[in-house]
């Protein structure tokens, strides 16, 4: 291991009373990319230019890793790379996160391409002004938590924390890692709770966007704001969808059905997962300071899918080796998101039917208007029926067409207000 330079001396024998320390994972000096990495001596800094020290000075400032987070580290809830191994192309990153992921994980084939793109995204993600959040949906024993296990340990900067986190928690978090959040079970129930986290959700996918919360007290009875980083990946998983449509708009969700475990797939992670993890975020640290500096967003081939998920998408297709799967996914999740939606869009255009029987003709006309100023294909008569009758409504031949007939309303049934159509698709009904 190299020695520190004279101007990276330790904490000790370098600071001057009136030196200030700041605690940061990770700092960018003149170029050079200071990142946390965990090693025997404790935590401290690996640098792009090949050294390492303790800690950073800039602008009169001493930078060094939170020590306090080392217990974090060590407990495997903060995963942290224990060197940068240089000289690791994307496509051979690609390959070896896609083998990892199959080896502990029984996943589609289509799903291995955008988690791929989402790690490699979390490792460069300071250099996006916006980015969209992985979140798995689905039931209990879905594997959806192993799913994001696998994904937060080979994400960067990656932090596990339960849904039971508070909103001050939450903020105060993310801003001192600055990197990935992994929020199991982020089912808020609680309403005065949920009003707090979903601001940091609904501000943390975009740069520059901090949540402000008054400070210490200055002395005279008076609280100086303070800004708090909420932006960078979070990796979620949920049982539900989220009510507030702005938040359901910032995920791309894969979601988990209940499936007979292939053979091969442990039950439980091994001991030996969290070493090829660590191995891996090595390499992808290495991958990090390499190409850090040569990543630009890229939209170019994203304009016309709707602007939400072009604006997040844009992340994953500059990082993505494959960038062509990329843009299918993309355009393959806007069709079936907006399509899966118009359920929804006729659900709540016949809650809010008076005049019975309507035209099924009719119900056609007014989805594909919501449809088309969603920016998606119509649908046609043959495909509305099915979808009607699927929500309980029976149909019957007349003379001037086939019609629907009113359904007797459910005890506490609601009138449909707005339809969640996915990124960047909403709808008002």
Request: net charge positive; proline share 7%; aromatic share 8%.
């Amino acid at each position: 291991m190299s020695q520190p330079t004279p101007q990276h001396k330790s904490p000790r024998s370098s600071a001057s009373p009136d030196k200030k320390f700041i605690e940061r994972l990770g700092v960018a000096v003149d170029s050079v990319l200071y990142e946390t990495v965990a090693t025997r001596e404790g935590l401290q800094f690996a640098t792009s230019d090949g050294r390492m020290t303790p800690q950073v000075e800039e602008l009169g400032r001493i930078i060094r890793p939170p020590l306090g987070l080392q217990v974090f580290a060590d407990a495997n809830c903060l995963a942290l790379p224990s060197e940068a191994a240089r000289g690791a192309s994307a496509e051979t990153l690609s390959d070896e996160i896609k083998a990892i992921i199959l080896r502990y994980a029984d996943v589609p084939e289509g799903w291995l391409e955008p988690l791929v793109a989402y790690v490699l995204m979390t490792w460069v993600y300071d250099r996006f002004s916006s980015l969209p959040y992985l979140r798995f949906l689905g039931e209990p024993g879905t594997g959806k938590t192993r799913l994001l296990e696998i994904m937060a340990a080979l994400g960067f900067r990656s932090l596990k924390v339960s849904g039971n986190i508070t909103g001050a928690g939450l903020f105060r978090t993310i801003d001192l890692v600055r990197g990935t959040l992994a929020v199991d079970e982020a089912d808020y129930r609680n309403s005065q709770e949920w009003s707090e986290i979903i601001k940091v959700f609904n501000n943390g996918y975009r740069d520059g966007i901090p949540v402000i919360r008054c400070g210490e007290s200055t002395g005279q009875r008076r609280y100086n704001p303070e800004p708090f980083v909420v932006y960078g990946p979070k990796i979620i998983s949920t049982r539900r969808r989220f009510v507030d449509t702005a938040t359901e708009s910032r995920c791309l969700t894969f979601e988990t059905a209940e499936r007979v475990l292939a053979p091969g797939i442990p039950t439980h992670l091994p001991p030996e997962f969290w070493q090829e993890a660590r191995t891996l975020r090595n390499r992808l640290l290495g991958w990090r300071f390499d190409h850090f500096h040569r990543i630009r967003p890229d939209d170019l081939r994203l304009r016309h899918l709707p602007p939400r998920l072009t604006e997040i998408g844009s992340a994953l297709a500059a990082v993505a080796p494959n960038s062509d799967a990329i843009i299918e996914y993309l355009n393959r999740y806007a069709a079936d998101v907006c399509r899966g939606s118009a359920r929804g869009i006729l659900q709540a255009i016949l809650a809010e039917t008076k005049t019975w029987p309507v035209l099924l003709e009719t119900l056609r006309v007014q989805l594909n208007e919501a449809l088309e100023a969603a920016g998606q294909e119509p649908m046609g008569s043959r495909a509305v029926g099915p979808i009607v009758r699927a929500l309980g409504y029976q149909t019957a031949r007349r003379n001037s067409g086939t019609v629907v007939l009113e359904k007797p309303k459910q005890p506490g049934e609601r009138q449909g207000e707005r339809v969640n159509v996915g990124p960047g698709c909403r709808v008002s009904l």
